[in-house]
């Protein structure tokens, strides 16, 4: 949102509008402005110790604490305050913080109205813990879903993204962490109420605070694993011009197998980065190698070849990532014996390596090189299945041609490098032709 387009400014002119709107009754109001000023400023205290920490998020428990205990108007004010002096790395800054102002004030509002519908603030106000879980847990639903309406709005007004893909998957990744909020805000609320009163309820945030802070640790540490793979990733991208974006590419492509094949999430994360690793071993073959145009010779071949050694030699000691390392080494061997560099059989070959394999092949054999034009997605996917059984794994080859028609593909004809996504193909461009006689031929002319 660093240059903000009109029409996004327009989009969080309007949410202002419905902020404003969700406040205006206050005055009117019967308002605890003790208990308001007083949550407002826990909240912005939050903020700062998030900001402080380098933690990317924001601290509901506060605010839903908030829409448990106070009127709507109300409630969506304890956001305002800690909104508008958060800190704000990317410019805009004022622009950013007017943003998310409005956003929580419109979805604690939301969820404030729903808890009062459903008489939720007499089960708070009773301490009648059982029943207050359901109108906290709608309520809770109620300011996930206005969160992620406006986020998606966001991305599509600001950020381009298309209206299919932007709001895909955002409210399941975001319900999670605010259930969790959502139950400390509650715990927070019912001993607000009880003879305990405000005190008590302050030291639900200790261990809430705690975890925030491991959380924000492990974030830090993920980051960093982040940057140390993509500054690997550029070396070769510099090394090797032709095959610029092919990593990233292969790593999307990775991940789209691995989820289509139904693994959990984090062994997810691990094949995308196999995907982006596999060539990091080009670092040690001579430049004038990858960008031959033109065959190689029996000697250079058996050079390139030696990449996958390299590069396992190189990720070896980074522990974090798993079962990439043995894709990285073992993603040229085939299932009849011929790949390299161990010539390894079928069922021998590490499951991550078999992925990366269709991945690496469907990328190289879409996208421009330096010696062959990009071949069509169809030729690609017909290609693969061909020499499934023999070359490549067919659940991962069936794998990806579904993947392909459910999500998209990388682009083709990337030779100035680039990478990114198409918009997802029909299932009828995703499925392979008929397989027409042939000579047996090795997708693609280079390792």
């Known amino acids: 949102m660093e240059a903000v387009p009109a029409r996004a400014r327009v989009y969080v002119a309007c949410v202002v509008l419905c902020a404003l709107c969700c406040l205006l009754p206050l005055p009117t109001l019967p308002t605890p402005w003790w208990a308001v000023l007083l949550l407002a400023v826990l909240y912005a205290g939050c903020e700062r110790f998030a900001a402080r920490w380098r933690f990317t998020g924001t601290f509901y428990p506060v605010l839903l604490a908030g829409a448990f205990l106070l009127p709507p108007p109300a409630a969506a004010l304890v956001a305002l305050p800690g909104a508008l002096l958060s800190a704000v790395e990317q410019r805009p800054r004022w622009l950013r913080r007017v943003w998310r102002a409005a956003q929580l004030v419109v979805g604690v509002w939301v969820a404030a109205r729903v808890h009062w519908a459903l008489d939720g603030r007499d089960t708070v106000v009773d301490c009648d813990f059982p029943y207050a879980l359901a109108p906290a847990g709608a309520a809770v639903l109620a300011f996930c879903l206005a969160v992620t309406v406006l986020d998606g709005g966001i991305q599509v007004f600001a950020e381009h993204v298309p209206l299919r893909r932007a709001w895909r998957g955002l409210f399941v990744r975001s319900l999670a962490p605010v259930v969790v909020h959502g139950l400390a805000g509650l715990m927070m609320a019912v001993l607000w109420r009880s003879p305990y009163g405000p005190v008590a309820a302050l030291l639900v945030l200790l261990p809430m605070c705690v975890s925030w802070w491991v959380f924000a640790q492990y974030h830090r540490e993920r980051t960093a694993h982040q940057a140390t793979i993509r500054a690997l990733v550029q070396a070769v991208d510099i090394k090797d011009g032709y095959t610029r974006g092919h990593s990233e590419r292969v790593g999307q492509a990775s991940m789209m197998i691995a989820r289509e094949l139904g693994m959990p999430d984090e062994r997810v994360e691990v094949l995308r980065f196999a995907g982006i690793l596999h060539d990091v071993g080009k670092l040690g073959v001579p430049t004038r190698l990858l960008t031959k145009d033109g065959p190689l010779t029996p000697e250079e071949r058996r050079v390139i070849e ?79 299945t061909r020499c499934a059984g023999t070359q490549f794994d067919p659940r991962m080859v069936e794998a990806l041609v579904r993947a392909l028609g459910r999500w998209g593909c990388p682009r083709s004809g990337e030779a100035e490098g680039g990478g990114g996504w198409r918009p997802a193909v029909t299932a009828d461009e995703a499925r392979p032709p008929r397989p027409r006689p042939s000579v047996p031929s090795q997708p693609g002319t280079r390792p």
């Open 306 to 384: 030696l990449h996958p050694e390299y590069g396992h030699e190189m990720v070896r000691g980074i522990s974090f990532l798993g079962e990439a390392r043995a894709a990285v080494l073992h993603h040229h061997e085939r299932l009849d014996g011929s790949g390299y560099p161990y010539g390894l059989v079928g069922g021998q070959i590490p499951e991550s390596a078999r992925v990366v394999a269709v991945a690496d092949a469907f990328d190289a054999m879409t996208s421009t090189r330096c010696y062959r034009r990009a071949r069509p997605v169809p030729v690609a996917l017909e290609e693969l």
